[in-house]
């Protein structure tokens, strides 16, 4: 059962991210300053702050929270503007540096999800996520002689560039070594997917590219798994895929059918009716997807109180490795789910690493 | 004194508020907001090299408050763009 703040800020991230009028205006008139904080600090935990402001500027003047609140929150979407206009500066001035040697530049995740907003600037980035159509080499070969720092990772299927404090990832592959063992095909499957169907995309001046529909439905399915198992999912992973279907209209019954993991299966089919259920997604998109009542009111619950503890509310380090070692027992029954392997299939590796490195655990 | 060029009046969502603007974008713990009177002194003032006396003459002039009082308002608008930075001593 949400909260009434949570429901609240549901209800104006529904009216951002479908550009529709709040349905129930009255409902925010007798907010108190606490139940305000309440939904900014949801809004924020969530991903989805710049978005949820964004409606919260059109409600009444009247019913606008109180002016430290709101200057504070104004600010920060603000803010995420910003940073958003910067890394599309960046992303441009990286691609047409590499265009004229040759290259070309796609982008995936982040800015290129952020298209299917209505606004995109107020969809949250983190880093810019890079392919190179299998030349990530060569363009770190010349890059590096172009003032951008390179940070080669060789066990990695990404290296770091910065360039202007922005962070790009340079994905030679877009599985870990670790998912690459287990879901066989899904990389070579991405990789062909951007050779065959990425489409150009004019970005300030230059000309970069984007995935096309069935890579951004199917990577966004993984990268939500992925994070549903190794943390939790948020409210910003739902937004992009109920902005995804709801754009796209695939048929999701054929969608789910190519997906050989049926654990895999199990969370797109949660998500899409998380999707209806939170977001208000057209029921229709996901007609035909089987819903499993235990496994969505468990994820739902994922996604508003969070999986895991968080390593930093302690600064012990002997802590800290104890609250590793539960979260490692709460992944369990994510990590089978998913994966359709025990996670303590993945134990000797683990353990093997912090005793390498008991430091880098610790901290 | 004067005001620093980088620090920027804004209507942030309605609120007249000043802050400093970096290049990592805005520094929250930077910012705060007037009222009417503020905002007409920060437009007075904002390029200009001027003291306590002179701020005080200013309210004086614009609107009717007593001399002392104009002044306790001075003292307060200048700690305030103090506290956030956005004053130098030239």
Redesign the interface.
């Known amino acids: 059962m949400l909260k009434h703040e949570q429901l609240l800020m549901l209800e104006l991230l529904r009216s951002a991210i479908w550009g529709i009028p709040i349905e129930h205006v009255d409902y925010f008139a007798t907010l108190t300053t606490e139940q305000w904080k309440d939904i900014q600090q949801q809004a924020r935990l969530q991903g989805v702050s710049g978005l949820v402001w964004s409606t919260v ?1 059109q409600l009444p ?1 009247e019913y ?1 929270p109180e ?2 609140i ?7 979407a ?2 995420i503007k ?2 958003y206009l910067h890394q599309c500066d960046v992303a441009a001035t990286i691609g047409e540096k590499v265009a004229n040697a040759g290259f070309r530049m796609l982008v995936f995740k982040g800015i290129a999800l952020s298209c299917y907003y209505p606004h995109p600037p107020l969809r949250e980035c983190g880093d810019i996520d890079c392919f190179f159509y299998g030349e990530w080499e060569k363009v770190e070969d010349f890059l590096l002689n172009n003032d951008v720092a390179v940070e080669r990772l060789p066990e990695s299927h990404h290296d770091h560039w910065v360039y202007h ?1 922005v962070i790009l990832e340079n994905h030679r592959y877009f599985l870990n070594s670790a998912d690459r063992k287990i879901l066989k095909g899904l990389d070579e499957l991405f990789i062909q997917q951007l050779h065959l169907n990425s489409v150009p995309f004019q970005m300030i001046n230059t000309t970069l590219y984007v995935p096309g529909i069935e890579f951004d439905l199917l990577h966004t399915a993984y990268h939500a798994a992925k994070h549903f198992v190794g943390e939790c999912i948020v409210l910003r992973h739902l937004c992009d895929w109920s902005l995804l279907v709801a754009t796209a209209k695939p048929d999701l019954q054929q969608f789910r059918n190519s997906i050989e993991s049926e654990g895999f299966r199990d969370i797109i089919d949660g998500f899409s009716h998380l999707s209806v259920e939170l977001l208000g997604l057209a029921p229709e998109l996901i007609s035909g997807v089987p819903r499993k009542d235990a496994l969505v009111a468990r994820m739902k619950e994922e996604i508003f109180l969070g999986g895991m503890v968080e390593l930093r509310q302690t600064s012990n380090g002997w802590h800290k490795l104890l609250i590793r070692w539960q979260n490692y027992h709460r992944r369990a029954w994510k990590y089978r789910l998913v994966y359709h392997h025990s996670i303590w299939w993945r134990f000797p590796g683990t353990f093997f690493r912090l005793l390498s490195n008991p430091i880098k655990y610790m901290k | 004194m004067n005001i620093k060029k980088e620090c920027k009046l804004r209507n ?4 007249d ?1 000043i ?1 400093l603007q970096g290049k ?3 520094d ?1 713990t930077k ?1 705060i ?1 007037l009222n009417k009177t503020s905002v007409w002194l920060f437009n007075q003032l904002y390029g200009k090299i001027f003291d306590r006396e002179q701020v005080a003459t200013l309210l004086c002039s614009q609107y009717d408050v007593q001399r002392d009082i104009a002044e306790r308002d001075t003292v307060k608008w200048i700690d305030g763009l103090i506290a956030i930075g956005c004053i130098e001593h030239a």
Do not use: Q, S, T, Y
């Open positions: 500027e003047k606008h002016r430290v709101k200057i504070a929150w104004a600010l920060e603000e803010e910003r940073r404090d | 942030i969502a309605g609120e508020i802050m990592a974008g805005v929250m910012v907001a």
